[in-house]
């Protein structure tokens, strides 16, 4: 009988109809169902480990023994064909490798992972069975192992599984059933060995429909059958490393998710047949198309290891990109840090580490982390066409782009369908639904080929969230890049260094990046991961090497390699301009040098200010009739920040390299007014930079925006021929006025204390800014970020300027502390075994995910409704500290009211206008 087609279309047309599988089916698509199969099927007893039920399609169902055998040839396909064996033998104790014995015996505990779903209150679920209570599978076994007062289910559970050998397959008796409990916890978070509320052993009776032991037994039997290796007596056992549980319970998550995806694992036609020669082929074929296997895009590299055209089109390498080409493709592991200049080709050197360690088979993929999504979305299609550039040919890894609200693997859309289902945008979509299988659940991004996403994502990875080991275990087949590395609090920071710490004992590669890394941020880094050094002191850290790549391997000591610099050198002249909170004067000085023909940009801390200076230029421009100075998509005038639609920024993007970048039309000035979205990854090239006053390393940043690219003189107006950076500041001199005196803390404009809370360090980068006539980049970059960030120098500020700052030294040691201490509670506790670990309640997770920007809401409307910009929108992102309350159900669609030039709309308690100038909030509903 063809899948998916239930008794009645098959011709049975009562349950007295002769075939057991025929009757089951028979039975799942009517009331009572449960109870009338064991009637029925006499001796003959099946478990459904799957359901299936689609509005308007009868039930379908899949055998439990065939969803187990689907699990557990996916664990075996995935310790087989990737890098993820060497990661777990790493993670246990360090072996070189699992040998075959023991891959058999961790995908025999993989097929155990369901024995909870025997027990009848979790069959149930299948009918309407006012006598069974409906209930879970992963508790309600899990209670069955210490709880004394289930006796005599244990002693059955005991004999049903292969006891004698699990006891010898670890270095002690409860090694493997460690490991056991970490599989059978594969919905996403570790529980307790103890029965749920209101648990009622009986669901564990023997009953007319089977006995659930005697189901956990025929499963061990078919196990031995599937995996007769790991039943020979011997082999290396197991070590009790909690490190290796906690790596193995995400394994076993990842294969659940791939062995449950019909797409891959069709349910079975057969009941009565063998299932593993055919999930064995399978699993094969979901890791071949996912990417999860990389044996394919591997052969395309050829024989010899990657060189730089075999990423770039451009014809010669930076020294950046020479020194990291240089560095050891190690298997053991290692942490790299690249700090060089904006402009000197990091991104290209780390996608040539990812081809070179990808090449020698020490990673099966690459996650390239960026600070936002902005950033994330921007850089997708140059790392996407390295990628097509160094494969060629259909079997080129997927490139999926890992930011909620985005559905895009290679250059293909999806969009979501009812449950759960996606829809891809090419005349592929039999093989865009595998390409993008780990793109069509945030969960599963890590599971990707090369991922371009957030940082986030990887912190989720080490938080006590849903999933976090799947995203860990997922992770470490990766070259984990991190973009901007200096670019985060106190709190993404200690996190980080979880992550670092984890993903090298697996074995894994790390490759950061910074244009301004102190060495304060370096050092704490290179600890995480077992370096074990003091930082050093100022003096010594000013004059330290830069550009500077360092490389850390377990076991050895950290290498510093001075990069040369043969590019140019800038020399930038800084001005204070005290009109921070004037935008008309802000105004007036972008169009005055508009007016000559330069192209300026002006980049506020606020989306609000930014939206605010806009105005101010449209109304003087108005005035003077210079509408044409103003930075526009076609004819739409607007500012570029982070609150725009997906499609929208995609035009603002394109409309602002093609005003400020390397091509960019020459003969007129424009001004364009934004946020900190384009201090990274869009090629800008500004004559003149307007900056809100901000720390030093992002204010270089800021800089590598100004005259980025070399031009003749003739091409920039005569007064901004030498790169000029206006920086916005109050009025009054004093910083000091912005911290409250009581308490320490900073609360003033212009970001002063929420987007930067540090006023030591802003008070440090206006004390550069008039102490300089010049800066000579990159000659200056490291002497310019210690002064702003290294502690001996803060430290000297704070006891210069008295009692005001030495409290704001103390609120920002104790908000620090506060950061790590919670960054602390929330960190999974690897140190534990597997079951002893816990995990966050929702609310608490809520917090968690708010925290990094995860708790954004994504609404879509009923229909899209023409935009700004002429493009229609669909959907939008709410900030998470833009709403106010929220609907009873949050994904429900949002109904849109269409005005000339926008839209605005209803969300909980607020109302919303979305249009040539963002989103903002209105007034209250």
Known sequence: MPAGRSARQSGVSSPEATEPAARLRYFLDNPHGYIHISLMLGAITTFWGKLAETSGQPREWHPLLHHCADVAACAEALLDRTVLNDRLARLAGGLRTLDEVQVARLAVLAALHDIGKFNHGFQAKCGDLPVVTKRGHVREVLALFTDDRFAAYQGRLVDALPTPELEAWGSSPCTAFELLVAAISHHGRPYACEPPPNFNENIWKPHPLGDPFVGIADLVAAARRWFPRAFEPGGAPFPPDPDFQHGYAGLVMLADWLGSHRDFFPFSDDINADRMTFARARAHLALSETGLDASLARGLLGPNRPTFASISPYPTMQPAQE??????????????????????????????????????????????????????????????????????????????????????????????????????????KERMRYRGWAAENTKRYLAGAVVIGTIDQVLLSTLMTSHAHLRATALTRQLLVVDEVHASDAYMNRLLEEVLAFHLRAGGHAFLMSATLGADARTRLLNAVGAASSPPPYRDATVAPYPLLTHLEPGAAAVAIAVPHRGRTRTITP?????????????????????????????????????????????????????????????????????????????????????????RPEGHGCVLVATQTVEQSLDLDADLLLTDLCPMDVLLQRIGRLHRHERPPEARPLAYRAPIVGVLVPRERDLGTFILPQSGKPLGPHGYGTVYDDLRVLEATWRACASNPAFQIPADNRRLVEAATHPEALDAITSELGDRWEKHKIHLRGGQATDRGCAERVLINRALLFGEARFLDKEEVGKVTSRLGDDDRAITFTKPVPGPFSEPVQALVLPHHMLRGAPDDPLALIAATAHPGGLTFHYGDASYRYDRLGLRRQTQR
């Open 323 to 428: 020194a990291t080409g240089e560095l050891s493709l190690a298997t053991g592991g290692s942490l790299t840090i690249l700090e060089a200049e904006t402009g000197s080709g990091k991104t290209e050197a780390a996608l040539l580490r990812y081809a070179q360690l990808f090449h020698a088979g020490s990673v099966d993929g690459l996650y390239f982390a960026l600070p936002t999504r902005t950033a994330a979305t921007q850089i997708h299609t140059r790392v996407h066409d390295a990628v097509r550039r160094a494969f060629p040919g259909d079997d080129a890894p997927p490139v999926l782009l890992a930011v909620p609200g985005y559905l895009k693997v290679d250059d293909h859309e999806g969009k979501r369908l009812p449950e759960f289902r996606v829809l891809w945008n090419d005349d592929e």
């Open 575 to 663: 001005r204070l301009l005290p009109i921070a909170a004037d935008p008309a004067a802000i105004a007036a000085e972008a169009l005055a040098a508009a007016r000559e023909g330069a192209r300026v940009l002006v980049v506020r801390n606020l989306v609000g200010e930014c939206v605010a200076a806009q105005e101010a230029l449209e109304a003087a421009a108005e005035r003077a009739g210079e509408g044409h100075l103003l930075f526009r998509v076609g004819d739409v005038v607007a500012p570029h920040h982070s609150r725009f639609a997906r499609a929208d920024r995609r035009l603002l993007d394109g409309a602002v390299e093609a005003s400020f970048g390397k091509g």
